[in-house]
T-cell receptor
Framework: DAKTTQPNSMESNEEEPVHLPCNHS???????IHWYRQLPSQGPEYVIH???SNVNNRMASLAIAEDRKSSTLILHRATLRDAAVYYC???????????FGAGTRLTVKP | DAGVIQSPRHEVTEMGQEVTLRCKPI?????LFWYRQTMMRGLELLIY????????DSGMPEDRFSAKMPNASFSTLKIQPSEPRDSAVYFC????????????FGPGTRLTVL
């Protein structure tokens, strides 16, 4: 399985943008890039996913490098509620399962 | 919809006892996943089902663990006999055909084996 590399932790100030990086240099052409987050004492929740083009939804934006070997999750305006562990995951197009790594623990300071 | 429902939310048992964790997926979803989360190993996929059929159980740690899905609305994860190293939070997730990219997770069951 293609692996991802994320920083262990990041800090942000409330109401400022946050850029969470993910490296996936061994990604294959048909792997989707998924982001989930896990709030304290909760199960993970879906944030966003993409294949080649940048994606936007109500929660975040996903910027994918042209060579697809890295991506960045962008929270446009961090709130205290965004403090969580953020997971970047690769999923093969024909595969049902996802393998979570250690993720990035985001701390948001008031 | 109530989301994915797991029971019990907390379970404390003694080593050697049988433990059964339960999951009710979101109605209409056809895929179900069992995960285990510990501080040491993070979030691990144990097994998943498509249309009630186990597809990949390579993550099941050993023969003490078994999972069933007798119908589309119910699944169990059983540990027999339980050991202290099984202590973890166990999550169930489901996914529908339309939302191929999004898994919906339950609140988890925190298992403590003494």
């Amino acid at each position: 399985d293609a692996k991802t590399t994320q920083p262990n932790s990041m800090e942000s100030n409330e109401e400022e943008p946050v850029h969470l990086p993910c490296n996936h240099s061994t990604i294959s052409g048909t792997d989707y890039i998924h982001w989930y987050r896990q709030l304290p004492s909760q199960g993970p929740e879906y944030v966003i996913h993409g294949l080649t083009s940048n994606v936007n939804n109500r929660m975040a934006s996903l910027a994918i490098a042209e060579d697809r070997k890295s991506s960045t999750l962008i929270l446009h305006r961090a709130t205290l509620r965004d403090a969580a562990v953020y997971y970047c995951i690769l999923r093969a197009y024909n595969n049902n399962d996802m393998r979570f790594g250690a993720g990035t623990r985001l701390t948001v300071k008031p | 919809d109530a989301g994915v429902i797991q029971s019990p939310r907390h379970e404390v048992t003694e080593m050697g006892q049988e433990v059964t964790l339960r999951c009710k997926p979101i109605s209409g979803h056809n895929s179900l996943f069992w995960y285990r989360q510990t501080m040491m190993r993070g979030l691990e996929l144990l097994i998943y089902f498509n249309n009630n059929v186990p597809i990949d159980d390579s993550g099941m740690p050993e023969d003490r663990f078994s999972a069933k899905m007798p119908n589309a609305s119910f699944s169990t994860l059983k540990i027999q006999p339980s050991e202290p190293r099984d202590s973890a939070v166990y999550f169930c997730a489901s996914r529908g055909l339309a939302g191929f990219n999004e898994q919906f997770f339950g609140p988890g069951t925190r298992l403590t084996v003494l």
